[in-house]
């Protein structure tokens, strides 16, 4: 009855389903044995994960001390470069509900009652067990130095220990570490990054890293980390830590000593086997609960896994031997056979952007051995192999400052792969041959271990492609797992996905994404052969299912690319930010950026800007591209600000777009006594002329007047640079996150072969690049490169110049400022309000700050 | 598939309906909001698929109303109708509201009922 005349959409079916689901789990009864789990760090999460993956028959309870659910250790130092507790997280609270694990967190255990098989909690909670494991971690380790109870000294192991670091460094000038290993390191980094000025290093060996690296090793890495500011003290031992209540000096074994008003402890870690000894398990020596192979203390129904387990005399300070042992574990509650027989110690990292690396057995020396190094203090790098002495193996080695080998050495020693001849090659780069093509993962054997977080071998790799069809990189770490631990491997995963692809014969390309089956140039081509107009229309006749943010913008941007439509018309397919012609920024107010071509402007239209900023309440700044970005619009404030800003002759500037953004230019030889032409002219010709021309990504331009170059046009998309006799052309250069330099394409060419050529660049980059892909990037990937791009543009090879002019010359005439459109269209500018039933309203969300007299958007939450 | 109407009609008797906008207020194929009592609700017009969906306007992501102007379009084989945040690009399904960039957020869903060209959304 009540469906007859209406329509409701509702999501009833989902409905039921759930509470079928929960009337099931509610009548179920448990009597399946119980695994407590002690600690909750990261081997303790990654044995709850196996655990769940591998079998239901298990009741699993988890004590944590800290207030926080599992963590990201590993990356722990990312919480001071904005990384929050939460981001941090390996799951939130709600994985552990979910999955029927009882987590108690801030309740550590107090006692274990081997007899009755119970554990005792601070809180009070007595809880049996049927297995037990132990997944304490370890602590940091503190030597007994007089005066570490002072204030200003931490260690660096837990959240809690970051927030106490940053909090006390507010008021710090001049503080230290001890230890000079990674984790020594990692701290003193940290210190920086919290504007502490050249921190000092205090380590007590006679160099760095001295588990990971060799004498040499040590002595290129000073040298780096010296020129990075941090002032690193070898052979020191402290004997004293001076100060009242607070730390302000070290003193050492020496005589000297160093002011500090901070100290950071990172001199080793010390296992937590403080309950185990309590219940008479065995423990070693010097720390450490003893294991067998399947990770069963001296009592069977114990476990002890991570930093915490001491098996064969040794105590594993990293993660992936940690999930390597909670794998073992597992299988054996599970019944299967799988035993622990050691980890391979081979580590990569990053210190303060330098590379470290070390693998197989970095120290083995001669006579066991023969040696190959490297030693380029000019460049900064230190290479060491060590082979056999027949020649025929790699038994290990040592990277510092460039690491780039790293996983193939480490491949090459773990799979005894039978050495080339000139096994120099394997650390100097073979000379004059071509670049590893990615053969390189391909040649390695089936079994050789890949991802060694996950331990995911290259058969477990080829197979997810080749039988599962995954050709992604999200779709194998979905599917294997490998790369989503320390992603140290991705580059190899990524190698073996296009190698083995290229192996069976598949056609690897650039897909849109799941809706459209084409590159973005197929499908330019197949829209414009079919005369397609609307994106609606792309969808049913090429494509399938309903879009999604990702091809909607790529189509548009095509069609406007082709056809030069009016943007708004098709406004939801858009980008949100083309959607309402402005950039969106936090808070979700909008940007305004009229065109101001070639940078040039008169004191008449600077002071419109100033009062249209000032009656709008907006936040200015000049932008890199030498126009002013105006801040915190309100979407309903949007026409009313840019109707101002027409009256007073200005235009879109496109900033909302994949299009144009300026041509930067220089005063040139109007004013600038070097200047050999008017690059102010020239440049504002070139903006006007590509003004709001779509592409598939930014473009940028700039104009110079000499070699000066003081407009840094050969870091734009497009550059020009005065020369005595005309005008030199560079194409490709990118500024942002990855840098690269234009390249030359023409010289000394008059204004109008410069332009006839830009227009043939810029379209052929339109038509034929994917989706995202900035000039630089596009040429990279071009088959033939820079040769191949010359010949097309300079010398018509593939017979398409005179199209490309014509169709660009199509797009500048039919060029339109997209706000005016707007702004003289009532039905255009209802589109532009916060909510369509109270239209007057603005966003009551938004809010602004205070901020050095102008306002700043909010904080994210 | 197991459909029981009538748990769907007594679901259907408890929810209030009210008027939010009408029809040609919201752009095909794309979002608005809806102020309701001080709440930001988003409404989505999937013309494509002749469909109606409202969702909460707040992403939960980094607690900014936006999703009205997110994008919308739909993920996998049985095409589950979505919507991505403007911001990070988070989409959210707009049946079970759940988070498909595998997060763990679930955002409010609401039903929405039309009527001789008027949008009703249900508040339960
Ligand atoms: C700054 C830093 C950088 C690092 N970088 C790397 C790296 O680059 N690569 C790498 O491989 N490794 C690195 N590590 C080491 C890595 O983090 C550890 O190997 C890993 O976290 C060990 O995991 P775990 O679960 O054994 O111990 P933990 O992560 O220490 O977890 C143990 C947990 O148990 C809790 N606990 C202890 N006793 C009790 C009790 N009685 N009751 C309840 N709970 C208890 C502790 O509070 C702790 O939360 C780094 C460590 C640090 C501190
Ligand atoms: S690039 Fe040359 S012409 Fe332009 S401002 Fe610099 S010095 Fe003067
Ligand atoms: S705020 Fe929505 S995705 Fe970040």
Redesign the interface.
């Known amino acids: 009855m009540l469906l007859n005349t209406e329509i409701i959409y509702y999501k009833s079916h989902i409905y039921i389903l759930f509470d079928l689901n929960a009337l099931k789990t509610e009548n179920m009864t448990t009597t399946k044995p119980a695994v407590v789990i002690i600690g909750n760090g990261m081997v303790s999460y990654k044995f709850c994960e196996k655990l769940i993956a591998k079998s239901s028959n298990f009741e699993i309870i988890v004590f944590g001390e800290e207030s926080r659910p599992a963590y990201d250790r590993v990356h722990l130092s990312e919480y001071f470069n904005g990384k929050s507790a939460e981001d941090l997280s390996m799951s939130p609270l709600t994985w552990y509900a979910d999955n029927g694990i009882h987590l108690h967190l801030n309740d550590p255990v107090q006692e274990i009652n081997r007899e009755e098989k119970t554990v005792h909690t601070l809180k009070g909670i007595n809880q049996h067990y049927d297995y037990l494991i132990l997944a304490t971690g370890s602590s940091a380790f503190v030597p007994d130095i007089p005066g570490v109870e002072k204030q200003g000294v931490f260690v660096y192991r837990t959240i809690e220990d970051l927030d106490l670091i940053l909090a006390y460094a507010a008021n710090a000038k001049e503080a230290a570490v001890i230890g000079g290993g990674l984790l020594g390191l990692e701290a003193a980094k940290a210190l920086i990054d919290l504007g502490i000025k050249e921190p000092h290093v205090i380590e007590f060996a006679p160099r760095l890293m001295p588990r990971q690296i060799d004498q040499a090793g040590s002595k290129m890495l000073q040298m780096k980390l010296n020129e990075l500011g941090l002032r690193i003290h070898l052979n020191k031992s402290t004997s004293r830590i001076g100060g009242e209540d607070k730390i302000d000096a070290l003193h050492f074994a020496d005589d000297t000593q160093i002011h500090v008003d901070m100290l950071i402890i990172s001199a080793g870690i010390r296992p937590r086997d403080e309950l185990a000894q309590l219940s008479g398990l065995k423990t070693g020596t010097r720390g450490g609960v003893v294991v067998n192979d399947y990770m069963q203390t001296s009592d069977e129904s114990i476990f002890a896994i991570g930093e915490c387990a001491l098996h064969e005399g040794m105590i594993y300070g990293l993660v992936a031997p940690g999930y390597e042992m909670a794998d073992v574990a597992v299988n054996t509650l599970c019944d299967s056979e799988k035993s622990f027989s050691g980890y391979d110690m081979s580590t990569k990292l990053k210190l303060i952007g330098i590379d470290v690396a070390s693998f197989g057995d970095p120290f083995i020396a001669e006579p066991d051995c023969r040696s190959i190094v490297m030693d380029d203090s000019h460049k900064g790098v230190y290479k060491r192999i060590n082979i056999s002495n027949d020649g025929k193996h790699l038994l290990g080695g040592i990277l510092v400052g460039d690491a780039t080998s790293y996983n193939m050495l480490l491949q090459t020693v773990k799979n005894n792969i039978i050495l080339p001849p000139n096994p120099e090659d394997l650390i100097l780069g073979s000379r004059g041959e071509s670049a590893n093509d990615g053969s390189g993962a391909m040649s390695l054997p089936d079994d050789a271990l890949i991802c060694s977080c996950e331990s995911v071998s290259k058969g477990a790799i080829l197979h997810a492609v080749k039988e599962d069809h995954i050709t992604t990189l999200d779709g194998i770490k979905k599917c294997t797992k490998a790369g989503t631990c320390c992603g140290g491997c991705v580059p190899m995963v990524k190698d073996l996905i296009a190698g083995s692809l290229k192996e069976s014969g598949i056609y690897v390309k650039n897909v849109i994404c799941e809706h459209f089956n084409y590159s973005r140039q197929e499908l330019l081509d197949v829209i414009k052969i079919n005369n397609v107009k609307i994106y609606d229309e792309a969808l049913d006749h090429f494509g399938k299912g309903d879009g999604c943010e990702t091809c909607k913008p790529v189509v548009a941007s095509i069609l406007s690319s082709l056809w030069n439509d009016v943007i708004v018309k098709q406004a939801p397919t858009q980008d949100s930010n083309d959607r309402y012609l402005a950039n969106i920024q936090k808070g979700g107010t909008y940007s305004v950026v009229p065109r101001i071509p070639g940078g040039e402007i008169t004191p008449d239209k600077l002071i419109i800007l100033g009062q249209i900023a000032k009656k709008y309440a907006l936040y200015t700044k000049i932008t890199g591209g030498q126009r002013i970005d105006m801040f915190g619009a309100h979407v309903n404030d949007l026409p009313d600000i840019w109707e101002e800003l027409i009256d007073a002759g200005f235009e879109s500037g496109h900033a909302y777009g994949k299009a144009l953004r300026t041509v930067k230019s220089c005063v040139g030889s109007t004013w600038c006594r070097f200047g050999l032409h008017d690059s102010v002219s020239f440049a504002i010709e070139i903006e006007e002329r590509y003004r709001g021309i779509r592409a598939p990504h930014k473009i940028k331009g700039g104009v110079s007047g000499c070699v000066r170059e003081c407009a840094e046009a050969q870091s734009k998309d497009f550059g020009i640079i005065a020369t005595e006799k005309g005008w030199n052309l560079y194409i490709c250069g990118n500024g942002g996150s990855k840098p690269q330099h234009a390249q030359l394409l023409a010289s000394d060419i008059d204004k109008e072969t410069c332009i006839k050529y830009i227009d043939r660049f810029l379209m052929f980059y339109i038509k034929t690049a994917d989706p995202l892909t900035r000039t630089a990037t596009w040429l990279n990937k071009m088959e033939g490169g820079l040769t191949y791009l010359k010949n097309v543009i300079l010398n018509d090879s593939i017979e398409i110049c005179g199209q490309l002019e014509t169709e660009m010359q199509g797009l500048v005439d039919s060029f339109h400022c997209e706000w005016k459109e707007v702004v003289t269209n009532p039905e255009l500018r209802k589109r532009f309000v916060h909510f369509v039933n109270a239209p007057e309203k603005k966003d009551p969300t938004v809010e602004f700050d205070t901020f050095r007299t102008q306002i700043k958007a909010k904080d994210w939450l | 598939?197991?459909?029981?109407t009538d748990?769907?009609?007594q679901?259907?008797a408890s929810i209030e309906w009210f008027l939010?906008?009408n029809e040609e207020?919201?752009?095909?194929?794309?979002?608005?909001?809806?102020?309701y009592k001080?709440e930001?609700i988003a409404?989505f017009n999937?013309t494509?698929?002749k469909?109606?969906?409202a969702t909460q306007n707040l992403c939960p992501h980094?607690?900014?109303?936006?999703l009205s102007?997110?994008?919308?379009?739909?993920?996998?084989e049985s095409?589950e109708?979505?919507v991505?945040c403007?911001?990070h690009?988070k989409?959210f399904s707009l049946?079970?509201g759940e988070c498909a960039s595998g997060e763990?957020y679930t955002i409010k869903?609401y039903?929405?009922?039309?009527?001789a060209g008027q949008v009703f959304i249900?508040i339960q």
């Open positions: 598939m197991i459909i029981n748990i769907e009609l679901a259907e939010a906008c207020d919201v752009p095909e194929n794309g979002g608005a909001c809806i102020d001080g930001q409404i999937f494509r698929r469909e109606w969906y980094k607690q900014q109303m936006a102007r997110g994008m919308i379009g739909s993920a996998g095409c109708p979505k991505a403007p911001f690009k989409t049946l079970s763990d869903t039903p929405v009922k039309l009527s249900g």
